[in-house]
């Protein structure tokens, strides 16, 4: 089991444009049972490979309450999307921090799976959510990023104050 450190924001490496992966092979297969060991160590129900300095497009999402249904998205692309939703989004790379993010309520994506196979896949809710603010890593978006200017610099205050008390 290998646990990779989690960059946290205001971090500017989370704003690095994730390259395509151009092939799944055993060294991408590596990179997703490690994000997996470290998103169900931190816990967290999503993460992308750029919050763990690896600037590829692969991201892993578990909203299961036994936490046993990982789902892995390679090179992902939102094909479709409908509806608008509020919803409470949190980030491991934001730690403590919650806010309402407006998003589109269903999607239809199309990714490669850990076997280099292409699939499609509808999804609403939680999941619709998830998926929404862990590509947007692979853009360098950071979900507060959606926020007012200044509910961001009471964050990054907030931030700074967490990481003061940590050392
Ligand atoms: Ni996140």
Redesign the pocket.
Known sequence: MALLPILQYPDPRLHTVAAPVAAVNEEIRRLVKDMADTMYAAP?V???AP?VDVYRRVIIIDISEPRDQLRVFINPEIVARSGVSDCE??????PGIFEKVTRAERITVRALDVQGASFELNADGLLAVCIQ??I??LEGI??VEYLSRLKQQRILAKLKKQQRQVM
């Open positions: 967290g999503g993460l992308a919050q989004e949190g980030c491991l790379s934001v603010h862990e947007d890593h950071v979900f």
